[in-house]
């Protein structure tokens, strides 16, 4: 599995996105359809239409890094989000669960204390 730094902001891209983008086309839709840079050191999920394919779109302190994965069966689940919304934003674990094909609108959290920002 990714081992993804604990500062590091997850951002879900939740329209269907033409797998054939690759770096530029990727950098252009972080920018364009969710306002973040890649630059910033966030890592960028896009899943296709089908949700059997997912890329993640990464800034490694040199340069831009790909991930692609293909399921040979089954689908990527999507957590809920609004209809408006183009992406949102996920954390390490979330990315865990939806690459193990966990349900994230059936799995449970339990309360952890947080400390304040």
Partial sequence: ML???THTRIY?????TDMRKSFDGLHALAVQVLQKDPLE???FVFL???RDRVKLLWWDRDGLA???KRLEGGTFE?????????GIKIDSVDLALLF???????AKRRKRYSQAA
């Fill in 3 to 5: 081992n993804i730094p």
């Fill in 12 to 16: 879900l891209c939740t329209e269907p």
């Fill in 41 to 43: 050191r966030h890592l």
């Fill in 48 to 50: 296709n239409r089908r």
């Fill in 66 to 68: 790909l991930f692609y």
């Fill in 78 to 86: 999507l957590p809920s989000a609004p209809d408006s919304q183009h």
């Fill in 100 to 106: 193990g094909g966990i349900d994230l609108r059936s």
